[in-house]
Structures are given as structure tokens and as C-alpha cells.
């Protein structure tokens, strides 16, 4: 089985002029040659003696993304595109120049993948934000300009480790990891995703991918031939049975390892698909017939079943998955699909692009996710504000829900029924006001799971609670929820600030009226009157300013002092000295009261948590887990809904506390302050609590952000072969 590596990237020998035809012509005995040629030739005289951090020329890179797409057997005006796709952004050519040379097709691709760099922002994540929002609109039209899009990516992962700035290899990484890699995921290229999550975690985290690549190896060694013993004894048991397939091997990726290691909270050998198998059959019949004979021959292992054939992910991808215990008594996973399913798998919308059609255009309107982040795009007030709801639209694992009509809804794990109602339709979402899943009401804050069919309660002129902020998962639920709450606040900052000039107006002897107002607006940058008094009334602009600019000549009354008389030796009371708190930032508290994280189960931001007022103490703050809550459940008195602000996890650092089974080996505790280290981690507290001969026991409270910041250092420590497992600890 071949061991998933990044191997150093060799100098590329440039691919010719007529070998680069010759491909496309290969799978596209139609393609315009003429076009390749021109394309290739202006690109390469345009990067002219450019040169990339490896020291290649420039052109290599174009001539790479090309190959690429190439191997996707993508059509003659994409791969024209890619040649052309950094002329615009890094020569002296225009879009006017590829226009009048390649046409509007090809003039329009190269503008949607061409980055906004030349454009001034705010800071680096604007940037981000914006570049990416161009590439939303850009793909929606066509679906091209996303394939390019993740081909460029793919090979600057390739030669990331050229760059000689690591916090900017980083910035690239995160970025891959954070969008592209799940982008090359929504439209159904594994194989792209798989390498793009490798190269990108490569480079954020080393070490734990060099601790699972050591594992595997060590896997591999003991295992000897084991894999092709499974492999053949497969295909035995099913040609036995009539069956004519396919069986291959593979090894999970260390990212899929590592993401599972963390997500499921286990250690690496309690892993069941580490080794999984792929067996490829001629019809979907011949699918559940493997599934059949496959069942009958060896045990299955509970609740490892899913049949994506009869209800495809929303990519187009469809198996069959199950866990047998297998071959040679090995736990393993086999994934049951034909060949045209395999090629979709690999390729995603690659595999169904018809080159040879006379529309060359995807239909991008036809994924639900595109059309997810154009709403976000919509909604989002601020560019990073789209990027945060991008990244949660895009970035998590799925649940499927069922409409009461038997409509597939993909949702991201986690998700409730708002988040059902905004992904059926906007309008749903804000008139929703109960749901009903698997026919029982439940409340809408309920986490929903595979299958589960949900029916939304909706009433006419029924608004969104800001409330439902709080427990929301998707992008698109997120940015309209945020976009109700911006609106109704804007409504009372006019009806406040308006409140404050009339009353000022008053004091002054002056007939209120908009007028002056509406005259001095732009003088404070507000576009209208309304904007002016909604300023006023947000505080961002005083009411005396917008007054003394409104009525420039008028002279404010003079105040009469009030002078207290007194009689001698009477006692005046001194002004009380004002008093003032920082800014709360747990919510549900009133200010000034006293807050205490408890020692029992250590909270984290992250964590659902719950106060409970003592007398003299102020509030404790549990986790809503926490066994010590029991003894207040006759005292419900004393309980308050709390939630974490913004300040906690960046103002400060908070504890949350680790038990650790540690190997009794030489620099085994050197490993673990190391990684605990190298994640970000603080040790304020390490204790010994048992010794064998082959295991130490060790409580270690570490100073993290919030929860994920301390999983994060968790699943790096399971990674570790110096530790034999760690868990997170409440309740000691």
C-alpha cells in the first residue's frame, strides 16, 4: 500500500508547445489548437524572464496549472485560462489585451481568477476577503473558475516550502486548509482535497504529521504483506460468489487521521479505517450484491454502514460504506462503488465536464453550497465578516435532514433547526418559530443528526431572535441573523438620536426640525439624515458637534449654578467618587458581580456553561456537565444563564487541565512539555498522581484560549508515541 508522503519537489522540465496540444487532444480530438498555441506563446513571451522563489522561470508555474487541469481533461478554453491566468495580475497585459486576442469566454475566466492585488485594503484578511469574494461571484457563473482555481493552489502548495518567510508559508497554509481544500471537497475532487490538506498540514503542523507518518510506517512494517493478504482473499470470496471486481488498498491520509483523532476524541489505534479498501463493481445491482456477500462472510461492525448510492452527498459523491472484520481478523473499511461512481469521486464535477457539448458553461446555480456563500455574500456587512461565515459554511462535517416532502437538506454537524430553515430558504428562516423533527415539537435550539426529518413552523410576519445567534452553525444562518440585528439597532439609534437633538433643540429655544440636519450630514460622512441621527444615537458622533454645525450662529444659554447654603456646622455629604468597572465579557451577568471559574470541571470558552450565584461569593461558572451542578438542582434559584463574550480566550489565557498516561521511557515528559509548548500551550501545574513500571500518571493544568486551542494540543499529544493516551479532566 503506497505511504502518503510530500516529497521534495524537483526542477520541472518545461512541458513543450506541442506536448501540452497533444494531451488535451488525447481526450479531446476536437480541441482548438490554435488557441493553445497562442496561449501558450503570449503567456510565455508576457512572463518573459520572471523568475518564482525556486528559482524556475515563471512560466513554469501557468505550464504547471495547465498540466493539471489536463489530467481533469478539461476543455481547450480552460486550459487557455490557465496559461493566461497571472498575466493580469503580474505583467504589463490587460483583460483589454486577452480580450482582443482570446475572446470574451476566455477573457471572462482569466477575471475571475485574477486576484484583487492591485487594489488598496484595510489589512491582510480585507484582502483575503475580498479576493475571495470576487472568486464566489466569478464561480457561480462558472464553475471553471473555481477548477482553476484550486489547479493554481494546488501547485503553489507544491513548491510552498520555496518561500523563505514562514509566517507567510502559514498565511498560505491556513488559507488552503481553511478554504480550498474544503472547496476542492464540496464539488467532489478528493484526490485535489486529500493533497491540498497534506501540503497544508505539513506546514502547520509538522510534528504531528511527522508522529502519525512514523506510526503508519510502523503499521506498515509489522503489518508486512498484510494488505495484499486482505486484498486477494476479497477477491476470492467474491469471485467465489459470481462477482467480477475491482479491489484496491488505501492508507488514510494524516490529516484525515489527525482531524479524526481530534473530532471523535480517540487515540490513533482505536482508528478502525486507518486501512480501507475499495472494491469497484460494472452496476449499482453488483453494489449491494458485494454488500451482501461481503455481510454474510464476516462480522459487521455496528453503526459503521451508509449508503451514499441511494442518497448521494450533496457533491455528487456516492458508495456504499461499511466495517467488516475482515480478512486476517483486521477491522477495516470497504467502500463499494462503480466505476463511473469512482470517477466522479476522484474527479467531482471535473468527471461530468462534457467537452464535447457545444455549452461549455456549468451550471454553478446547481450546487446548494454556491448558492449558500452567495447569499452570505449579500448579507455580510464587512468583508471579514463574510470571511467568518464563508469558512463556517465551508469548513465542517455534514448531517443529512429530510423535509417532510423527502428533499435532501446537507447541513454542517452540529446544526439545529434554524439552521434547516435558512438552508430551505431565507424567508422560512425568519418567519420560523418552532419545528418539529421526526414528528415530536422540539426546541429550536435541538442539534440534529443523519436522517432525522425536520418540519418548520413558520408565522406570517415572524422575525429572527438575536437570541438564535448563539446556537447557529451555518454561514447563512449567521450573517441574516446578524443582518436583522444591525437593522432593528439602526432603527433605534435614529429614533434615540433624533430624541437627543429634539431635546437639545428645546433646551436651546430652537423649533426642531430636519432640515439643518439634513444639510450638515456629509459634513460627518453620513449619507442622509437618517445615518446622521443613527451616529448620534450610537455615540459615534456627539450631539452638541451635529448641533453647533446645524445652527453655527446660535449662542448657548448660559447654565445657573446652584450654590447650597448651609448652616454652620451642618455635615454636607461628599460627592461619592465615581466608580467603574471593565466591560463584561461573560454574558447574562449583571456589573460588578463577582465572577469564579470552577476548580471541579475547569470551563473553557467554547464550553456550554452555567452560573450559580453564591451569597458573598458572586457567581461560579461551571460547564454544563459538571457533577457538582447535582447538589444545586433543588436551587434553581441560583442558577443564571451565562455565555462567553468576545474578550475570553484573546484578553487573557485560561486553564483547562489534562490527565495524561505517559510511557516510562527516556524523554517521555521532554515530549510532552515540548508539544504542549509548540502548541501554544502554557504548563502552570504539573503533577505526578501514580508511578508503575511502565506508566506515569500525570495531572497537567495548561494556561490555552479556549477549547479548541486546548483539543488542538490534545490531539498532538496523541500523536506522540512518548504518551499512551490523555484526556481532558473535570471533576478532580
Not at 74 to 91: C, F, G, P, R, S
Not at 218 to 229: F, I, Q
Request: charged share 25%.
Amino acid at each position: 500500500m503506497p505511504e502518503t508522503q510530500v516529497l521534495p519537489q524537483t526542477k520541472p522540465r518545461l512541458m513543450r508547445q506541442y506536448e501540452l496540444v497533444e494531451r488535451v487532444r488525447a481526450y479531446d480530438p476536437t480541441a482548438d489548437e490554435d488557441l493553445l498555441n497562442r496561449a501558450y506563446v503570449f503567456s510565455m513571451q508576457a512572463h518573459g524572464a520572471q523568475v518564482r522563489a525556486s528559482g524556475d522561470p515563471y512560466f513554469s508555474h501557468p505550464l504547471e496549472v495547465a498540466g493539471i487541469l489536463t489530467s481533469m481533461k478539461m476543455d481547450a478554453t480552460t486550459i487557455a485560462t490557465a496559461l493566461l491566468h497571472d498575466t493580469v495580475e503580474d505583467t504589463l497585459a490587460t483583460l483589454d489585451d486577452i480580450e482582443k486576442l482570446f475572446g470574451p469566454e476566455v477573457v471572462r475566466l482569466v477575471d475571475g481568477v485574477t486576484k484583487l492585488s492591485r487594489i488598496e485594503f484595510q489589512n491582510d484578511q480585507a484582502k483575503q476577503a475580498e479576493n475571495f469574494r470576487k472568486l464566489v461571484l466569478a464561480m457561480s457563473e462558472d464553475i471553471r473558475v473555481l477548477l482553476i482555481k484550486l489547479a493554481d493552489r494546488l501547485h503553489n502548495m507544491r513548491t510552498l516550502h520555496y518561500l523563505k518567510d514562514p509566517e507567510k508559508r502559514r498565511r498560505i497554509a491556513r488559507e488552503t486548509m481553511d478554504i480550498y481544500a474544503p472547496l476542492a471537497e464540496r464539488i467532489g475532487i478528493e484526490k485535489m482535497q486529500d493533497e491540498l490538506q497534506d501540503l497544508a498540514f505539513s506546514e502547520l503542523n509538522p510534528d504531528a504529521r511527522s508522529s502519525i507518518m512514523t506510526r503508519l510506517g510502523y503499521l506498515r512494517s509489522e503489518g508486512g504483506g498484510l494488505a495484499s493478504k486482505i486484498q486477494e482473499e476479497l477477491r476470492k470470496v467474491l469471485s467465489q460468489s459470481g462477482i467480477n471486481a475491482e479491489v484496491e488498498g488505501r492508507e488514510k491520509n494524516p490529516y484525515s487521521i489527525w482531524r479524526k483523532m481530534k473530532r471523535k476524541n480517540i487515540a490513533f489505534e482505536q482508528l478502525s479505517d486507518i486501512m480501507a479498501f475499495r472494491v469497484t463493481v460494472d452496476n449499482v445491482g453488483q453494489c449491494y450484491q458485494v454488500l451482501g456477500i461481503l455481510h454474510s462472510n464476516y462480522p459487521v461492525v455496528p453503526g459503521r454502514f451508509k449508503d451514499y448510492i441511494s442518497t448521494p452527498k450533496p457533491n455528487q459523491y456516492q458508495s456504499l460504506h461499511t466495517g467488516i472484520i475482515g480478512p486476517e481478523n483486521q477491522r477495516i473499511e470497504i467502500q463499494i462503488r462503480t466505476h463511473e461512481m469512482h470517477e466522479v469521486a476522484e474527479l467531482g464535477v471535473a468527471a461530468h465536464w462534457a467537452y464535447k457539448q457545444d455549452d461549455h458553461r456549468a451550471d454553478g446555480s446547481q450546487y446548494r453550497w454556491l448558492r449558500e456563500l452567495l447569499d452570505i455574500v449579500e448579507h455580510a456587512q464587512r468583508p471579514e465578516e463574510f470571511l467568518e461565515q464563508t469558512k463556517l459554511e465551508l469548513f465542517q462535517d455534514q448531517v443529512f435532514c429530510f423535509s417532510p416532502k423527502g428533499d435532501l437538506i446537507a447541513l454542517p454537524r452540529g446544526a439545529t433547526p434554524v439552521d434547516f430553515a435558512y438552508a430551505v430558504h431565507s424567508l422560512v428562516g425568519d418567519s420560523c418559530v418552532g419545528s418539529k423533527v421526526n414528528g415530536r415539537m422540539v426546541p429550536l435550539r435541538t442539534e440534529l443528526h443523519n436522517g432525522d426529518q425536520v418540519e418548520i413552523v413558520t408565522q406570517k410576519g415572524g422575525t429572527p431572535s438575536p437570541a438564535w445567534e448563539r446556537f447557529v452553525v451555518s454561514g447563512k444562518a449567521r450573517a441574516r441573523i446578524r443582518r436583522f440585528v444591525r437593522t432593528q439597532q439602526r432603527t433605534e439609534y435614529i429614533i434615540l438620536g433624533r430624541a437627543m437633538l429634539e431635546k437639545l433643540c428645546k433646551q436651546e429655544g430652537i423649533d426642531f426640525g430636519e432640515k439643518p440636519f439634513e444639510a450638515v450630514a456629509k459634513n460627518f460622512q453620513a449619507a442622509s439624515v437618517d445615518d446622521l441621527f443613527a451616529n448620534v444615537g450610537a455615540s459615534l458622533q456627539p450631539s452638541r458637534d451635529v448641533f453647533h454645525a446645524a445652527f453655527p450662529q446660535h449662542k448657548y444659554k448660559v447654565q445657573e449654578k446652584t450654590i447650597a447654603v448651609t448652616e454652620p456646622g451642618m455635615n454636607i455629604p461628599k460627592p461619592q467618587a465615581r466608580t467603574t468597572t471593565a466591560p463584561l465579557t461573560l454574558k447574562g451577568l449583571i456589573p460588578g458581580m463577582a465572577v469564579h471559574f470552577a476548580r471541579c470541571c475547569h470551563p473553557l470558552p467554547g464550553d456550554a456553561i452555567v452560573g450559580i450565584v453564591a451569597t458573598g461569593r458572586g457567581v461560579t461558572v461551571h460547564t454544563r456537565d459538571c457533577e457538582t451542578l447535582e447538589s444545586f438542582r433543588d436551587a434553581p434559584e441560583r442558577w443564571i444563564d451565562v455565555g462567553w463574550g468576545d474578550g475570553y480566550g484573546k484578553e487573557s489565557s485560561m486553564v483547562g487541565r489534562l490527565t495524561v498516561i505517559l510511557n516510562n521511557q527516556p524523554n517521555s515528559l521532554g515530549a510532552l512539555t515540548t508539544i504542549i509548548g509548540k502548541g501554544n500551550g502554557n504548563i502552570i501545574n504539573l503533577k505526578i498522581t501514580n508511578r508503575s513500571t511502565d506508566f506515569f500518571d500525570i495531572l497537567v493544568d495548561v494556561e490555552v484560549k479556549d477549547v479548541p486551542h486546548l483539543m488542538n494540543i490534545v490531539a498532538a499529544l496523541r500523536a506522540s508515541a512518548a504518551i499512551n493516551s490523555v484526556e481532558r479532566t473535570k471533576g478532580r
